[in-house]
């Protein structure tokens, strides 16, 4: 099976912009989990969707959007980008996400800068 | 609250040496304990993780990981270090009530020639 990828790569953004990335789960998994990584606030949970709905979200403000369609894939925008915002954005999916020992499958991540 | 510990920020170990790293936990209910490594630019891997049963788990790269439940602790372990296992290794856990899991900060594993 192909893993969880996500695009792009590598961006580069400025203050004020907006941003928008892209992940793909793995085959039959229904849920996607989304993570901020940065080297002093470690790994970071954003939110958790599952049959296109939300249903976790983690402390981060409006900024910081997404979704999921019906193929499971999913997205997610920030908006009105800030220099903090700069990091490596890390997509994970997993079955159903009904919690116990479900696990989670992450891609390779995308690294946002923003100057 | 649940939370997970990883109290060493960086571990150091000579090439062929075992090495540990170490994880602790708090949880209501029982626990699901996970391990995951972390190479430069890159996502993480899955390397093992805890349901029931057995308390020594093994996993992937030869890895494997000791549950205590008195201890609530879950550290990793390798019999011989290998140079290539440099990386960041990550602790998480999820009780079987609460969907989200929550990560250790990580530790650094710096395996010298």
Redesign the interface.
């Given at each position: 099976k192909a893993g969880v990828t996500q695009t792009p790569r590598y961006l580069i953004k400025t203050r004020g912009q907006q941003v928008t990335l892209s992940c793909s789960p793995i085959s039959g998994h229904r849920s996607v989990s989304w993570y901020q990584q940065t080297p002093g606030q470690g790994l970071q949970f954003l939110f958790e969707y599952f049959s296109e709905t939300q249903r976790n979200k983690g402390n981060f403000p409006g900024r910081f959007s997404g979704r999921q369609f019906s193929n499971s894939r999913s997205e997610m925008n920030v908006s009105t980008l800030e220099l903090g915002d700069s990091a490596l954005y890390l997509c994970a999916s997993s079955l159903d996400g009904q919690g116990g020992p479900d696990t989670q499958y992450f891609g390779p991540g995308t690294r946002l800068t923003v100057l | 609250a649940q939370s997970v510990a990883q109290p060493e920020d960086q571990v150091n170990v000579a090439e062929g040496n075992p090495l540990t790293v170490k994880c602790t936990y708090s949880v209501s209910g029982n626990p699901?304990l996970?391990w995951?490594v972390q190479y430069p630019?890159?996502?993480?891997?899955?390397l093992l993780?805890y349901?029931t049963g057995d308390n020594l788990v093994k996993g992937s790269y030869g890895f494997e990981a000791e549950f205590n439940k008195s201890q609530t602790s879950f550290h990793l372990k390798k019999p011989s270090a290998l140079v290539s296992d440099s990386a960041l290794y990550?602790c998480a856990v999820?009780?079987?009530?609460?969907?989200?899991?929550i990560?250790g900060?990580?530790t650094k594993l710096i395996i010298k020639p």
């Open positions: - | 699901y996970f995951y630019n890159r996502g993480l891997q899955f993780k349901i990550f999820r009780s079987y009530s609460n969907y989200q899991l990560w900060a990580g």
